[in-house]
């Protein structure tokens, strides 16, 4: 017997799917996107960067290990990438009502449901991630019987502004301090800094951190459309008037782009998900990497003194860019990457050692 109630899936092309419900049984609106990766939905459903967005997972058995709980570590939850769901909705093939992992406190039907988000399962997914890639990511709606609900485009509004720190946090106690500009940070992102010896001051998006004493920039990730991130480009445009090593990843890669002077575009449909090969410019070495965005930097509009630092194996877009001559760099995937790979996880001591090089104590 099917458990939960009949919902729909409509697409703003007007093809639609249906499927039946779990988690909570609302209406929901945003933009349609699709994720490859085989675990780790509950870092994804945790990252700010799917701000808007109802994920489809590609995965086809989802929920069996369930949803972590509440435990902190450094005034952080340990097994999330914030502290709240970002998606608006959840789009699965199969869903595991029974569940077992030694971490989990409640199923994944059950934690969409005390944070109001619909999911719905019973869906060809493989279909669906097929129409995405031939038409691009396109607005939807889940519609539970009964009930109706209109399109809404997220990127329409500066997502960055939702999901940012509202104050000046600061993190550890270490020997070299770090301004990071939280445009929707992942949490293992300040583990990976907070490891490596480091006070981490994390400032809202469009924080004045120039009267801040640090030896490092870092750029977090964060979702949309990173035009809108004015205040930020202006002090990141700033900063790289300076000699202090900057860092960005994701979105901060985008950002230092366009304070260089660089073009973003939106891509078709993204990269999402935990297997993106990309290669290290002027070597043969590729990694593999976690990667969630919808933007790119534009290669061919990069500056004098500019020049691209690692390049998408599938589609050849930017993945990252570095000065030829100053310690500034960034990557569009995530080095720090929950769930894995962990491959560039070394690029966090070569920002380090860079930061090691301009400080005396």
Known sequence: MERGIPVRLTLEDGSYYTGRSFG????????????????????????PSYRGQILCLTYPLIG?????????????LRFHESSSIHISGLIVSDYSFEYSHWNADESLG????????????????R???????????????????????????????NLVNEVSTRERKVYGNGRLRIVMIDCGVKYNIIRNLLKRDTTVIRVPWDYDYHNEEFDG???????????????????????????????????????MALAAGADTYKLKYGHRSHNQ????????????????????????????????????????????MKHISKPFFSTQFHPEASGGPTDTDFLFDDFISMIEKTVDR
């Open 24 to 47: 909570a049984i609302v209406p929901a609106a945003g933009e349609v996107v699709f994720n490859t990766a085989m675990t780790g939905y509950p870092e994804s459903l945790t990252d």
């Open 64 to 76: 069996n290990y369930g949803a972590p709980g509440s435990e902190n570590e450094n005034d952080l």
């Open 110 to 125: 059950d934690w969409l449901l005390r944070n109001n988000i619909p999911g719905i399962y019973g869906i060809d997914t």
């Open 127 to 157: 279909a669906l991630t097929k129409r995405l890639r031939e038409k691009g990511a396109m607005l939807g709606k889940i519609e539970p019987a009964g009930s109706e609900t209109s399109f809404h485009d997220p990127n329409s509004v």
């Open 217 to 255: 920039l870092f750029i977090s990730n964060g979702p949309g459309d990173p035009k809108m991130c004015v205040p930020a480009i202006e002090n990141i445009r700033r900063s790289l008037g300076s000699s202090k090593p900057v860092f960005g990843i994701c979105l901060g890669n985008q950002l």
């Open 277 to 320: 090969p990309v290669l290290k410019v002027g070597t043969n070495r590729a990694y593999i990497t976690s990667q969630n965005h919808g933007y790119a930097v534009e290669n061919e509009t990069l500056p004098q003194g500019w020049e691209p630092l690692f390049l998408n194996v599938n589609d050849n877009t930017n993945e990252g």
